[in-house]
């Protein structure tokens, strides 16, 4: 069966220090990978997708970047961290097509202070 | 990017039907209708999804208007545990599921 691992479960960081959340999937290949954040009380964004290693679209402008260096490795990242960047960072895949269930990870509750 | 419109919030009485119903007047033809629930804190669930005809399986019904510019999810006998957020969204071309602010529902013991 698939799975998907998101880690870590929370994280506290300071303003101006590096960023980088993993999320790979297991069980699947060629998997359609997202990257979305949730302010408190506010609905998902998407920030991230991905169809293929080393193809990613980007849906806001912002101080966030994402990577896929493996099938099923989705990694987002930031040089540098804003208070704006907490949220709750959620990473889905799904096998690929519109037409198809998307399976999310547990998220990661980032606070930056 | 396609919207869906829901209400913020509804309440329903434990053991009763739930109709959570969502607009989606700028659907086009290939877009399935797809629907998530949220528990605070953890990630969002796959409930069930549609493209024209109606559906059902064993968490819910999905009701797809004729026009399918309005779709309702049905829960059948609420629960505590249905307690969430419940999220209409539109599978789009190009791969991307966008997420509006959902409908929260409580449940009533």
């Known amino acids: 069966s698939q799975t998907i691992h998101q880690w870590p479960a929370t994280l506290v960081q300071p303003v101006g220090s590096p960023l980088s959340l993993e999320c790979t999937v297991e069980?699947?290949?060629?998997?359609?990978l997202y990257w979305y954040r949730q302010a408190a009380g506010r609905g998902l964004q998407l920030l991230f997708y991905?169809?293929?290693?080393?193809?990613i679209s980007s849906e806001v402008p912002q101080n966030l970047s994402a990577s896929r260096p493996q099938d099923r490795q989705f990694i987002l990242s930031s040089k540098k961290l804003l208070l704006s960047d907490s949220g709750f960072y959620l990473c889905a895949w799904n096998p690929g097509g519109f037409h198809t269930e998307a399976f999310f990870g547990q998220g990661t509750r980032l606070t930056v202070v | 990017d396609a919207k869906t419109t829901q209400p913020n919030s509804m309440e329903s009485n434990e053991e009763e039907p739930v109709h959570l119903p969502c607009n989606h007047s700028?659907?086009?033809?290939?877009?399935?209708i797809h629907w998530y629930r949220q528990l605070p804190s953890q990630g969002p669930e796959y409930v069930i999804h549609g493209l024209t005809s109606n559906v059902n399986n064993r968490m819910a019904s999905l009701a797809i208007a004729e026009d399918r510019k309005s779709s309702t999810l049905i829960l059948h006998r609420a629960t505590l545990r249905d307690a969430a957020v419940y999220y209409c969204?539109?599978?789009?071309?190009?791969?991307?599921?966008?997420f509006g602010t959902g409908t929260s529902l409580t449940v009533i013991p």
């Open positions: 700028t659907i086009s033809g290939t877009d399935y």
């Open positions: 991905s169809v293929g290693i080393g193809q």
């Open positions: 069980g699947t290949s060629n998997p359609n």
């Open positions: 969204i539109l599978g789009l071309t190009g791969n991307q599921f966008y």
